[in-house]
């Protein structure tokens, strides 16, 4: 087998990798440490942010009032901005050094493109895009839930022998902690010996925009392959609700709309109170990201289409056909933005 | 310039159906395909060879019913494909499928560039690129929707969920291409008997290249499913809405405002 680098006896402590943004940590990260206190409550061990950057010791407050007991701040030139290995190579020597049992990292582009490597140079099990974290009641251990191949399967994966137990989580799969200043916890710093040939990728461009950030929206309208490219409807739509925008996988896939506001499995999960779908057929990708919304309105030509089996609200009508008087009505009487 | 793409083949996700009564996943009806992403990792290899010149190898891990696949690909452009196939190999998770990928690409010989999809349409966890890259003990670029190589480096344009970035290595590296970057080619008609009767498919099995069983398929994969179960639906009222657009529109409206209202 392959052997990961220290055995279940020899593992404590619950870690998360913090990612972070213009002198802020990322949502997705807050949530991770906002559960992961959870988890560390029930396994009795104490939970540790990896802070990895140049100058950013100031963030470790925020980690450890989202609940951290303790920062590690790893600061060095090479850390300023993400490239694979230089961050690989300063986890790695600080997990076989410290023996975490668990590591989770959020399911970003860049937490992705690390915890795929990070798995493999410790020889451990990872369990990627989790849309749960929990700990077995007998066993101890982390159990991650992932969506299996659509339609309504939910797998429980873990990592019996293995340490770190390693998963990747999604954004908004978990709520954000009420910061909570008076908790208590350590900032140590480590030391980081780096040099230039430990990064042989290098940025050379970066170009960087504001991110939607779909999974704190209250009210979402959201489209899929039905859509058919035309989004400048669902965009009149939500603003007559005073909604944000998501799309599906194939929404995006297809270019009608960015990344950032892709909803499901392979994207965010999100919560509103009320979430408008246009043109999705209800695979369970994507509906995984939305079932936890309040009210859902589903609008899908096909009577028989799945999405409307999680539906509150269900009209078997062309989403063209229905939208444009929806509008139309909503402007006859205005609804009020919420204050 | 030689290029490896690895290749996964998979169950049309949109065929694949759930058995009602054992509530497991029915793959027997669904036909199989080359993951998306996989081809427009082919098509920018090809893409590749038609700038730099060089050699396109494809490389998938499977039964050996995976064969025709690999010739779709060389019937697309192509020069040989090799096809790994051992039980043994069945059952992995990211850690194993990503050593066997990583033993093949040895065992292919030297090359510049290792080509993956991003993430397969299955298990849509993109791991598996970082992970040959680890056990190649090469760089890597993931997410990438864009590439140029040139004197032995590689430029690619990484998509990040807030931006973009440019990325340098020197070759050989492995990058990770993301779905609909490019249009895949159609199967080029007159590579066609050639592809299908004559190319030949290296089919290796797990002696052939003295690979470590201990290491690939399930003893080598650290993960395991600990169970399986059906997403318990929400109460949701599922009430369908009648009458015309312009009559469903105005209960719509209604409901909207009764939610929407502080």
Redesign the interface.
């Known amino acids: 087998m392959n052997a990961s680098p220290y055995s279940p006896e020899e593992a404590s402590g619950v870690w998360v990798y913090l990612e972070h943004r213009d002198g802020k940590l990322e949502g997705v990260s807050l949530e991770l440490l906002g559960r992961s206190r959870e988890l560390a409550q029930e396994t009795g061990e104490s939970l540790t942010a990896l802070l990895l950057g140049e100058q950013v010791e100031p963030l470790a407050e925020e980690a450890i009032a989202a609940g951290a007991d303790r920062v590690l701040v790893a600061e060095h030139a090479l850390l300023g901005q993400y490239t694979t290995e230089p961050f690989t190579k300063v986890i790695t020597g600080l997990i076989v050094e410290q023996r975490p049992n668990i590591l989770l990292l959020g399911a970003t582009t860049n937490g992705r493109d690390l915890a795929g490597r990070l798995a493999v140079r410790l020889r451990t099990g990872l369990t990627a895009d989790c849309t749960d974290l929990s700990i077995g009641p007998k066993s101890g251990l982390l159990l991650g839930e992932v969506t299996g191949f659509g339609h309504g399967i939910l797998a429980t994966i873990e990592c019996p022998v293995h340490r770190p137990q390693m998963a990747t989580v999604r954004p908004g799969v978990f709520p954000r902690p009420v910061a909570d200043p008076t908790h208590s916890g350590k900032v140590e710093r480590v030391d980081v010996i780096l040099s230039a040939s430990d990064q042989p990728v290098r940025v050379v461009k970066q170009t960087s925009r504001r991110a939607a950030d779909v999974t704190q929206a209250e009210r979402l309208v959201i489209g899929g392959r039905g859509m058919e490219g035309d989004f400048a409807l669902l965009r009149r739509l939500a603003k007559a609700v005073h909604a944000d925008v998501g799309a599906t996988r194939v929404a995006v896939d297809q270019g009608w709309v960015r990344e950032d506001r892709m909803i499901g499995q392979t994207g965010s999960v999100t919560r509103p109170k009320l979430a408008i779908i246009c043109g999705a057929s209800g695979a369970m990708q994507f509906t995984v990201g939305v079932k936890d919304s309040e009210t859902i309105i589903a609008i899908n030509s096909d009577p028989e289409a799945p999405i409307f089996e999680v539906a509150d609200y269900c009209v078997a009508e062309d989403a063209f056909q229905v939208i444009p008087p929806l509008i139309e009505a909503l402007r006859r009487e205005p609804v009020e933005e919420k204050s | 310039m030689h290029t490896i793409v690895c290749l996964k083949v998979v ?1 049309k ?1 949109e065929e ?3 058995d009602d009564e054992t ?3 029915d ?1 027997s009806k669904a036909r199989s395909e080359i993951n998306p992403p996989d081809m427009n990792a082919v098509e920018m290899a090809l893409k590749l060879k038609e700038r730099n010149g060089g050699t396109v190898s494809l490389l998938a891990m499977g039964p050996p019913l995976f064969e025709p696949y690999l010739r779709l690909g060389l019937a697309m452009g192509a020069d040989q494909a090799f096809l790994m196939s051992d039980r043994a190999f069945g059952g992995a ?4 499928t ?2 066997v990928l990583a033993e093949g690409i040895k065992a292919i010989g030297s090359f510049d560039l290792v080509l993956c999809g991003d ?1 397969s349409s ?1 298990g ?8 040959i ?3 190649l003990g090469l ?5 990438v929707r864009r590439v140029d190589v040139s004197d032995g480096s590689l ?1 690619a344009r ?13 070759l050989p ?1 492995v990058v990770s291409v993301k ?2 970057v490019n249009e895949p080619r159609f199967l080029d008609s007159g590579r066609w008997d050639w592809a299908m009767n004559e190319a030949p498919v290296q089919i290796w099995s797990a002696t052939d290249l003295e690979i470590d069983v ?2 690939a398929g399930v ?13 318990e ?2 109460d ?6 009648s009458g015309s ?2 009559e ?3 209960q ?2 209604d ?3 009764a ?4």
């Open positions: 169950p996700s694949v159906t759930i509530k497991t996943l793959r998770d990211t850690l194993a990503s050593y993430e299955d849509a966890t993109g791991q598996v690129p970082p992970g890259a680890e056990w760089p890597q670029a993931t997410d430029s990484r998509e990040l969920g807030a931006g973009s970035e440019v990325v340098e290595a020197d590296c779905h609909d201990e290491k003893p080598g994969s650290p993960t395991v499913v600990a169970g399986v179960s059906v997403a639906g929400a949701r009222r599922r009430e369908f809405l657009p312009e469903i529109a105005t719509l409206a409901k909207i405002r939610w929407v209202k502080p």
